[in-house]
Structures are given as C-alpha cells and as structure tokens.
C-alpha cells in the first residue's frame, strides 16, 4: 500500500500562492495518472486537478488558469500550485491516483489551505 502525504497548505490572503505537495513513499507517479481533490467542511470530496502518464493536464473549472499540476517522478512528488487563490479554494487537500472517487480507496490527513484576509 502505497502512502501519500500532502503539505505545503497554510493561511493565505486572496491572492496570495501556495504550493502543496505530494510525497510518496514509493514510486507509482510512472505507473499511474494522479490527482488533486479537495474537500470544505460540510462539502464531499471533491476532484480539482489530474496529471495523466502522458503529462496530459486537467482542470475543474474553478481552477482553470489558476492551479497547475505537476509531478517529479525522480522524487515521487505530486505538486499543485495555486495561483489568485480564493476565499472558495478553502478546503482540506489531498491527493490519490485518478479515479480514485470512483472507487475505495485510502485517504491521507491531507493539507489545509485557508484563504481568508
């Protein structure tokens, strides 16, 4: 079973960046699509971002043109950076291989992001 602990949240003003990451503890970025989820309290989990083997990117909506997903698969480390972020963007983030809302799986603690003035 492979873990995934995410950091880098923290408190940010609107506007303000982050970049969270994405440890493994053994290499699977190679073997698998990955993703970003989110989840604000009250709300389900919810998809954000994917990275496909081929580099291929995906975005919902919201993050579109704000959030990039990226992957150093040398250092089994998944990163989104969040760019403009929003009082919205407010929530618990994890990450987990694509699909995996779709099926049971594992979770890890996740990182918070808070983004209030």
């Known amino acids: 079973q492979v873990q995934l602990v995410e950091s880098g949240g923290g408190l940010v003003q609107p506007g303000g960046s982050l970049r969270l990451s994405c440890a493994a503890s053994r290499t699977i970025f190679t073997f698998n699509a990955m993703a970003w989820y989110r989840q604000a309290p009250g709300k389900q989990r919810e998809w954000v971002a994917t990275i496909t083997l081929v580099g291929r990117t995906n975005y919902t909506d919201s993050a579109k043109g704000r959030f990039t997903i990226s992957r150093d698969n040398a250092k089994n480390t998944l990163y989104l950076q969040m760019m403009s972020l929003k009082p919205e963007d407010t929530a618990v983030y994890y990450c987990?291989?694509?699909?995996?809302?779709?099926?049971?799986?594992?979770w890890g603690q996740g990182t918070q992001v808070t983004v209030s003035s």
């Open positions: 987990n291989t694509a699909g995996a809302l779709t099926r049971k799986t594992s």
